[in-house]
């Protein structure tokens, strides 16, 4: 269930999470409207991927995604959520986050400490960089997907 819609692309806002205070702990995650989770496979499973990332018309940057249970919703709906790996001079709220989920690193768990969660991430991240600078992976990064706006393909076709 974790591999089979993979890759799998998605394009939606950014909205204000739980704040659970991932940015205090140096990882961000944009979280995606309720509207884009509802589009999700709903067998889609929970757990922490691995994919490229672009906010607006932005670069492509590498990403760690989290599909988790939503705890605003009483943990019955998913929350999607995006760390992107680059450092943003601004917090982009409100903006279209377009994303490729490309691979499954990993079910969630449950920590003991704050400092296992927080290694635990920083090792899903550098599991992320390695995955993507194959070249299999490297090929989504260039996918029309992210250059192309679906404005502008109602506009030019
Ligand atoms: P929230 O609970 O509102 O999601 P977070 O602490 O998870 O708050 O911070 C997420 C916000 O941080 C994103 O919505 C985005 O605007 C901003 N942000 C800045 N840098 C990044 C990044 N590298 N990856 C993801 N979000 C980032
Ligand atoms: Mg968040």
Redesign the pocket.
């Known amino acids: 269930a974790a591999m089979r819609h993979l890759p799998y692309f998605c394009r939606g806002e950014?909205v204000?999470?739980?704040?659970?205070?991932?940015?205090e702990l140096g990882i961000?995650?944009?979280?995606f409207s309720e509207q884009v989770v509802e589009s999700f496979p709903s067998d889609i499973s929970t757990g922490i991927y691995y994919g490229w990332a672009c906010v607006g018309n932005g670069d492509v940057h590498k990403m760690v995604l989290s599909v988790g249970w939503n705890p605003f919703y009483k943990n019955i709906k998913k929350s999607v959520e995006?760390?992107?790996i680059?450092?943003?001079k601004e917090?982009?709220?409100g903006e279209i986050l377009s994303i490729v989920i490309i691979g499954y690193i990993r079910p969630e768990k449950n920590f003991d400490s704050l400092e296992a969660l927080i290694s635990a991430i920083q090792e899903d991240i550098e599991e992320a960089k390695r995955q993507l600078d194959l070249p299999e992976h490297l090929k989504l990064k260039e996918d029309n997907f992210f250059h192309l706006p679906e404005s502008k393909i109602v506009n030019n076709h």
Do not use: E, L, Q
């Open positions: 950014v204000k999470g739980f704040g659970r205070g991932s940015k961000p995650t944009a979280n995006t760390h992107i680059h450092t943003f917090d982009f709220y």
